[in-house]
């Protein structure tokens, strides 16, 4: 591992999901706010964040324990709020993945948003390599009542008195974004700019380590909950009481949404054994 990359993880949920679980401008702002929440309490500083319409991604800075902390904290909160989030975490090794890492969570925006990443409201913005001087009109958390803060965050954690909330409930970003910490990281703004500009070969590679890392990143109970329900939607009985074929037919539609990759995994959470799925297609 690089010297003084240590620490720094992608964090992230399911970015081939069908549903579209932060569709409006609330949903993006409380899962946006759940980043800073959670990360403040587990202890985390986060790098970058981006929140699209179907998932998001972090790049956070810290010990693998507050990482897990924080993982599994920002995953029960959504979850109570939206249907199944799940998240995967994948430690960077190298100064080059770290930077390329972030580009693609800062430029992820681009998937749908067709303006400059700075420009997205729930993204990191503008702060990197700025001096912050055209912020919009915010007030501090220390004027509001401990009341008005659960109504606007729904949390009960102690929040910094000196964050900034814009007029729409959105934590500003230069708030608890370690910004120094990635221009340290780049070293120039030349530098930041040439990763800007990422080549679509690069960024369809990052996207399937995502995409396998997340799949291999299920737990056998995880994967055996969802297939539970699936098959009680299909038939109203749980895994443990239809057959082999009808098990088939759930790993068959997992795999087809994009749940789980075709592994011993999946086949033990079915109830099934690992040759049974060479039967699919």
């Not at 959670?38 to 800075?61: I, K, M, P």
């Not at 700025?130 to 008005?148: D, H, K, Q, V």
């Not at 369809?204 to 997340?214: D, F, G, L, P, R």
Request: charged letters at 30%; a positive charge.
């Amino acid at each position: 591992m690089d010297e003084g990359i240590k620490d720094i993880w992608h964090v992230y949920s399911d970015g081939t999901r069908a549903d579209i679980p932060f569709f409006s401008d609330e949903d993006k702002t409380f899962a946006w706010n759940s980043v800073a929440i959670c990360a403040e309490r587990a202890g985390v500083r986060v790098l970058v964040s981006t929140v699209n319409d179907t998932h998001l991604h972090v790049l956070v800075r810290g010990e693998k324990d507050r990482v897990l902390r924080f993982k599994a904290a920002l995953q029960q909160r959504l979850t109570r709020r939206y249907n199944r989030i799940h998240f995967a975490s994948n430690e960077v090794q190298t100064r080059k993945e770290a930077m390329s890492k972030f580009m693609y969570v800062y430029r992820n925006c681009l998937d749908f948003y067709k303006k400059m990443p700075g420009e997205y409201r729930w993204g990191s913005g503008n702060i990197y390599f700025s001096e912050l001087s055209r912020r919009p009109p915010a007030n501090r958390l220390g004027i509001m009542s401990l009341r008005e803060q659960y109504r606007c965050f729904k949390t009960r954690t102690k929040l910094p008195e000196d964050w900034l909330v814009d007029a729409g409930g959105r934590i500003l970003p230069e708030c608890f974004i370690d910004y120094n910490h990635v221009e340290h990281l780049f070293g120039s703004v030349r530098t930041f700019i040439a990763f800007l500009y990422v080549r679509r070969e690069d960024e369809t590679a990052i996207k399937k380590e995502i995409h396998s890392n997340y799949l291999e990143s299920r737990s056998i109970q995880d994967l055996r909950r969802i297939g539970n329900e699936y098959c009680v939607g299909v038939c109203g009985k749980t895994l443990v009481k239809v057959d082999v074929r009808i098990r088939l037919a759930i790993a068959a539609r997992m795999i087809r949404d994009g749940i789980a990759g075709k592994s011993a995994s999946l086949a033990k959470a079915l109830l099934l054994k690992p040759d049974d799925l060479n039967m699919l297609v």
